[in-house]
């Protein structure tokens, strides 16, 4: 059984490592005489362990750096993009009207960087950053317009987008690698966290951990803990997608972290295929990611850790391994928005829940989230 499904996970490997990959291309700032009506842009700026390929350059490798480094990136949207989807550009052919386009980028350094995060939104709004942590298997463009997807779809302008990039091989074959990368990657987030605790500008910090990305914020929530350096969890909300997390060293991180208010939120799925294959490769014991929402233990455990566990399988997913579905923010954003502002309904306690979307498109708002 486990041979004939190592078989089948092998041959889906090969089916992804032959689709295409965005590569340096698609930073080259593009020139854009006329805006479409309707596009947008977001500018994301990056805290990134990876080296960059030459100084004063903003294409970064997959190679580690001692120290971290800054950049931002202006990425014009679409006027017709669709929600939970990159239209990535064309090498050929980039149109603002139909791709993500770069229309500005800007090398940084520590200083320039928290200036321009903390800067204060248009209309005065306090300062909200929002950090992304990409996982397993990404490379540094796939992480940044993913954070670009991110923002676009589930931000109304007051929310400041960071992505922490830390070097994944960005390869199928790399899952040992990166997780030693994603580990020595732990004091760059660390630093990161507690620098916005301290800023006294930064008024919110929303941190969303994807997949192996997951694992390492919980570990830098723990760093954190253990270092004393609380500043950032008065002003912290975080959510781990799909995390890539042991579920017994889990519990463990959660019994330093602490409680955290609002709680703790975890996106599920049951049926998340990468998830399986890790949970293979480290001898069948479970992952975070993959909890059944419906299993009384699950149910117990997230009142005990003081947790939120979301099954979000409601949602489609733009892989075949049904392991991104939290890209789909729009469907999300209801739970993504700041405590003070959830709808009526949406509980913010502890529990195991299954996300209910009203309607027949990805792009309706979510009405409901029933305890199961």
Known sequence: ?????????AMMLMLAACASRPGPDVLAVQRINTRPPGARTVTVYVATMRERAKPNSNIFTNEPSDTLNYASFTISIPPKHKAGEIEWPKKDAVDPKTNFVMVAQQVLDRDSFYKAVSRKPPGGKPSHVG????GFNTNFEEALFRQAQINADSDDGSRTPVLFSWPSQA?????????DAATASRDGLTDLLDTLGRNRAVNKVTLIGHSMGGWLSAEALRQLRLSRKTAIFSKLTVFLAAPDIDAQLFKAQLSVIGPLSPPMTVLVS?????????RLLAGQRGRIGALDVKDPRVQEAAQVGHVQIIDISSLSSGDSFNHNRFAQVSSLAPI??????QPPGLTRGPGAFV?????????????????E
């Open 171 to 179: 390869s199928i074959t790399g899952y040992l690698a990166d997780k």
């Open 355 to 371: 996300l209910d979307t009203i309607g027949a498109t990805l792009n309706a708002p979510i009405n409901l989230l029933n305890g």
């Open 270 to 278: 049951k049926d998340d295929r990468a998830l399986a294959a890790s």
């Open 131 to 134: 950090v992304f942590v990409h």
């Open 1 to 9: 059984m486990i041979s004939r499904f190592f078989l089948c996970f």
């Open 336 to 341: 993504l928005v700041p405590v003070e502002a």
